[in-house]
Each structure stands twice: as C-alpha cells, then as structure tokens.
C-alpha cells in the first residue's frame, strides 16, 4: 500500500504545525506504524530536532522509543541558501525515499510561501492547517468584511490549497483532503470564538476543507520538547516529568485529534500511565 502523506501547512507562522506534527508522527510511531518526515523548515527545524531529542534521550536513559525513518535532504542551513532547483530536487529525493520506507509521511513545512512547500502540498494526500483563535489567524484563509464580517472571498494559504488541487487532479492523483484544526485554544473560551468559528464553517464550505479539534494552549506539549517526548510516550519507564490530570486530559485531547484526522484514535493510549 502507497504511504500516506500528510502535509503540515499553514503560510502564517506561530499557527503550532510543528506541535501537531510531532504529536502526530508518534501518535503513529507509539502505534506501530513505519513513519517517516520531512522537515522543510529549513532553518529554525523544530520537527527533525525534536526527534534528534527523543533519540539521544532514550539512549541515555537506557530505553526503547520508537523513531521515525528521517530521509537525508542534506544541511538545512546550505539548502536554506540554495536555489529553488538545488531545494526542490532535494525535497524529491527524500520523498522518494520516504515513499519506499514508510506508512506514513509526516512533513512540516515552513510559515510562508516557497517553492518546496507547493511542492510537498501537491505531493499530500491530507493537508493540515492549525489555526489559532483569532481573525488574524483567519485572514490567511479567508478575508471578512470590515463592516459584516461576512466571508467575502478565499485569501492567499486557501488559494494556494486550491491550486494543489488542480495540480493533483490533473496529474490523476486522488483528492487531497483539507482539514483546519481550532489550536491553541485558550482553556477558558474566548469571546470571539463563536462568530470566528461561524465564519470558519462558512469558508469550510465554500472551499472545502473539514473542520477539526486540535490542541489547547497546554504547557504539557511544549515542557516534552527537549526530551523529544509527547504525553502518548509518558509510561513507568519514561516519565521525566511528574505525570499530573493534566497529562490525561492533554492525551485525551490527542486522541481527539487522531480520530479527527481519521487516523485512529486507538493510536493514543486512553490514560497516562
């Protein structure tokens, strides 16, 4: 079976791709599932050094954690510098190789638009977009009148989701499915949420894309981080936090992402150890 590709996407920064997509490539990995990724964010490289993380922790501390296949694209500082050729036949060449390797591939790309990441949009079979709750947020996907709020018109990161589209269609590829995550919530609702979510499912429509839970803002998904850890990991063996309530309502949440992905929600365990 041809691996599954999932596209991490979003041109504005800050939006939490790479939380998502760490927490979803060891959600499959703690699954049993052969994953591989792509980093294109060729210069800050949050996704690949947290798996550089996760594999020096577990071989200092004498346990065995799941690692994902990391095909080599060569220094990310160098490709960051070179030409749009140099970047794209790198990016087809780890593709490649991530295709004859692996179940599922996990690719974060980078907060604006370049070259390599229409490519791998073209390349996904899923895309998925955070979004944190705000108008600003939104405007990347659609643009609101200043007066009604009302949706006038797809903005620049829908169109660019749009285009991928056709590309696939043309070239006889399935359809890519679109889904837009609600991330970083606050834990207590915000005031705007209701006419930003109203407005959300209005361009959902318009545009097709599905709409899905991601994350709270929770100091749990980022304290993991230099351990190259996610609560799916926390277990008697490897716990180098405290494992509190908030752990278990974190993996739970998790869960909740997986099942909304359509990726199983039997990949998370349903309690912190």
Known sequence: MAAHVIVFGNEKGGAGKSTLAIHVAC????????????????????????FE???AWAGANGVTLALPVAPDMGDGVALARADEATQLAAFEQGLAEARA??????????????PVSRAAHVAADQIVTPMNDSFVDFDMLGQVDPVTLEVKRPSMYAETVWEARKRRA???GKPIDWIVLSNR???????????????VAALARRVGFRVGPGLRDRVIYRELFPF????????????????????????????GLMQALDLGAETVPQEAA
């Open 101 to 114: 390797s692996a179940d599922f591939i996990c690719i974060d790309t980078p907060g604006g638009d370049t």
């Open 185 to 199: 919530l606050a834990v207590a609702a915000a005031r705007n949420r209701q006419r930003l979510d109203e407005r």
């Open 27 to 50: 959600a499959l990995l703690d699954a049993g599932k052969r994953v591989a990724i792509l980093d294109l964010d060729l210069r800050q490289r949050s996704f690949a050094r947290f």
């Open 170 to 172: 043309v070239a006889g």
């Open 228 to 255: 190259g850890l996610t609560v799916a990991d926390l277990s008697p063996e490897v716990r180098p936090v405290a494992v509190s309530l908030a752990h278990v309502a974190a993996r739970q949440e998790l869960r």
């Open 53 to 55: 993380n996760r594999a």
